[in-house]
C-alpha cells in the first residue's frame, strides 16, 4: 500500500486487488476571536461594559515623546526677558529697540523676578515689606489699568502688570547708589528723583498712548506717584 497526500489529497493503492481509492479532506475554517469585537466578548468583559467598567480593561499608550526642559514647560523665555530688560533700563528712542514688544507680548515671570529682587533689596531685616512690595505691584497695576481703560485705553491687565514689573529695574539700578552717597542730602534726593523720573517715564512711554491724546497727564501722574511708593518702601521714607 502506498500513501501519497498531496495538498490535502490522499490516495489508497492497493498491491493485490489493484484497486484505487481517492477522496479529499477539507478543513474546516477555524475563526480566533480575540475580543475586539463588542459582541462577541468574554463574559467577564461583556458584564464590566454593560456595568460601565470598560474603561478597566482599557491599556494607555506608552508616551514615547520626550519631556519637554522645565523653561519651556514653565514658559519661560530668557532670551525674551533679556531684551525686555534692556527696552526698560534704555528707553530711547535712537537706541533702535523695538520697546512695544513689552507692552505687546506681556509675560508673567520677568516681572515677577524684577519685584522680588526689588524686594529682596528691600528687605533691611524687615521681611514685611517683601509682601507690602508685591502687593502695590498687583493692586496698583490694578489701579492704573482701571484708569486707563476708563480714559478709552486699549491695554489689558497683563500688559499693565507686565510693564510696571519691569520698570522697577531703574529703582534696582539706582537702589546700590543710595547706599554710597546716603549721607550726602542733595546727592541722595537728585539720585531718588532721578530713578523715580527714570521708572515712571518707561512705564509711561509704554503705556500711554496715543490714544489719551490731552488726557495723558491724568495717568502719567499715579504712575509717577506708584514708583515713588515703591522706593518709599526701600528708603524706608
Sequence with gaps: ???????????????????????????????????????????????????????????????????????EELDIDLKDIYYKIRCVLMPMPSLGYNRQVVRDNPDFWGPLAVVLLFSMISIYGQFRVVSWIITIWIFGSLTIFLLARVLGGEVSYG???????????????????????????????????????????????????????????????????LYIYFLSLYTGV
Excluded at 549721607?183 to 539720585?191: E, K, M, V
Design 1 to 71: 500500500m502506498q500513501f501519497s497526500p498531496n495538498n490535502g489529497d490522499f490516495t489508497f493503492v492497493s498491491s493485490t486487488e489493484a484497486q484505487e481509492l481517492s477522496g479529499t479532506i477539507a478543513a474546516p475554517d477555524i475563526q480566533v476571536n480575540m475580543g475586539s469585537d463588542s459582541g462577541k466578548d468574554p463574559y467577564a468583559t461583556a458584564f464590566l461594559r454593560q456595568r460601565g467598567y470598560g474603561w478597566l480593561l482599557e491599556v494607555e499608550e506608552e508616551d514615547n515623546e520626550e519631556s519637554k526642559p522645565l523653561l
Design 159 to 225: 500688559q499693565v502688570l507686565g510693564v510696571i514689573g519691569y520698570s522697577l529695574l531703574p529703582l534696582i539700578v539706582v537702589a546700590p547708589l543710595l547706599v554710597v552717597i546716603g549721607r550726602f542730602q542733595l546727592i541722595s534726593t537728585l539720585t531718588k528723583l532721578f530713578g523715580v523720573f527714570w521708572a515712571a517715564y518707561s512705564a509711561a512711554s509704554l503705556l500711554v498712548g496715543d490714544e489719551f491724546k490731552t488726557k495723558k497727564p491724568l495717568l502719567i501722574y499715579p504712575i509717577f506717584l
